[in-house]
């Protein structure tokens, strides 16, 4: 699991979320690990098994009406009662006056205190997306990941066997490109992996002869994308070098490949001199198309020809 200190994500969310660092100034390098953020009503009131380490915490009005409506010694015993457990961040939501008390708490055991105008369901909403991204699971996989007709496609296969320069054709046929040579991939959901460029590499595809160049510049904004989630993989394979399951052209057994405990459908496609590798990607992400919605070309083949059989058989 990735983990994001409390200055980041300050500095990433600061303006959508109108965020204002009132305390805590020392408390930046606390970490996260759980997109979760939770209203800390229960623990105000001293049940503090309800409180998880390492996570925000998010005051709204019904937290604060609370508090006002204590004693100032009642008020002091609950915030330490927040307090007392290992808290990476508190915000205040809906302009709510911060009481000196949690100013002082804030500062005492170093956890960093925010303030936003927006209503607690939208801020939590927000900040639990943001961060499920950003603590996601997560690999670096080799490949160049291609936006296909709508579609996230990661391109593998061994070194110079032509990636970047199926890459470049695919771009100039309207096809987008997200990264080239190493991509990201995190698990932002139980069943969704998302590709992401990684920032030295945005924009840039090598391609041998030519250098490095820069996509963005050469054919506009549109021809490149900063992530996609993961649809479909492709390897590349020389055709003298494939496995005899994958040359069986009436095999209707689909491929698979796990990707952070995902699995994601694969597809090989054999190298040789004068075929047409772009057409062959295309045509492959259009059949990957078909499959989802449940239409399978080699099945309806095959039942075509048995129904042949049976009929001259009889």
């Known amino acids: ?7 980041e994500l300050f500095k990433q969310t600061r303006r959508k979320l109108k965020l204002n660092w009132v305390a805590g100034l020392n408390g930046g390098f606390n970490t996260l690990t759980s997109e979760t953020v939770t209203k800390p009503s229960l623990a105000l009131i001293g049940h503090l098994n309800f409180v998880h380490p390492n996570r925000v915490q998010v005051l709204g009005c019904a937290e604060m009406d609370y508090l006002r409506s204590l004693t100032n010694h009642e008020a002091t015993q609950a915030i330490q009662n927040l ?6 961040a508190v915000i205040v939501a809906n302009d709510e006056h911060v009481p000196n008390s949690l100013i002082l708490a804030a500062n005492k055991h170093t956890v960093p205190l925010f303030t936003s105008p927006m209503r607690s369901p939208m801020l939590m909403d927000v900040l639990s997306h943001f961060l499920a991204q950003a603590v996601a699971e997560s690999i670096t996989l080799h490949g160049v990941f291609m936006e296909v007709q709508g579609f996230g496609a990661l391109i593998k296969g061994d070194a110079a066997i032509g990636k970047s320069e199926l ?3 695919l771009i100039s046929r309207g096809h987008r490109l997200i990264a080239d040579d190493m991509v990201d991939f995190f698990r932002v959901s139980p069943d969704l992996i998302e590709g992401r460029c990684p920032p030295l590499l945005q924009d840039f595809l090598e391609v041998r002869g030519l250098g490095i160049l820069n996509i963005r510049a050469l054919f506009g904004d549109n021809s490149v994308k900063p992530t996609k989630p993961l649809d479909l993989i492709i390897r590349l394979e020389m055709a003298d070098k494939l496995a005899p399951e ?3 052209r009436l095999s209707i057994k ?24 772009a057409v062959l990607v295309e045509a492959a992400i259009r ?3 078909l499959l989802l919605r449940g239409i399978n070309a080699t099945k309806q083949f095959m039942q075509r020809q048995k129904r042949e059989m049976q009929k001259h058989g009889a």
């Open 1 to 7: 699991m990735a983990q994001i200190n409390v200055a």
């Open 83 to 88: 307090f007392s457990t290992d808290l990476a």
């Open 167 to 169: 890459a470049l054709e």
């Open 246 to 248: 994958h040359l069986d």
């Open 254 to 277: 689909a491929q698979q490949e796990e990707v952070l405990g995902v699995k994601i459908s694969k597809v090989s496609i054999p190298i040789a001199a004068g075929r047409n590798i």
């Open 287 to 289: 059949n990957h198309m």
